[in-house]
């Protein structure tokens, strides 16, 4: 697997090791959610800098089938 596949990894070990030991489903669920999320803001900022397609609010409005509210 790829180098951004062993980062991934031992990102979401960190996560995991850094939570204290009687983690309760529910925090863990809540650190594993806010990881993901993390990493899809970063995923984003890097696509935004890197010249992938971008969006208008009016495009992804669009895309989702929903209409701006004034």
């Given at each position: 697997?790829?180098?951004g596949t062993s980062t991934?990894?031992?990102d979401a070990r960190r996560v995991i090791d850094e939570l204290p030991d009687?983690?309760?489903v529910t925090d863990l669920w809540a650190a594993i959610d806010a990881?993901?999320?993390r990493k899809?803001?970063?995923r984003g900022l890097a696509a935004s800098s890197d010249g992938s397609p971008r969006y208008t609010t009016?495009?992804?409005m669009a895309r989702l089938?929903?209409?701006e509210q004034g």
């Open positions: 697997m790829g180098n991934l990894k031992a009687d983690v309760t990881f993901v999320v899809k803001i970063e009016e495009e992804v089938g929903l209409s």
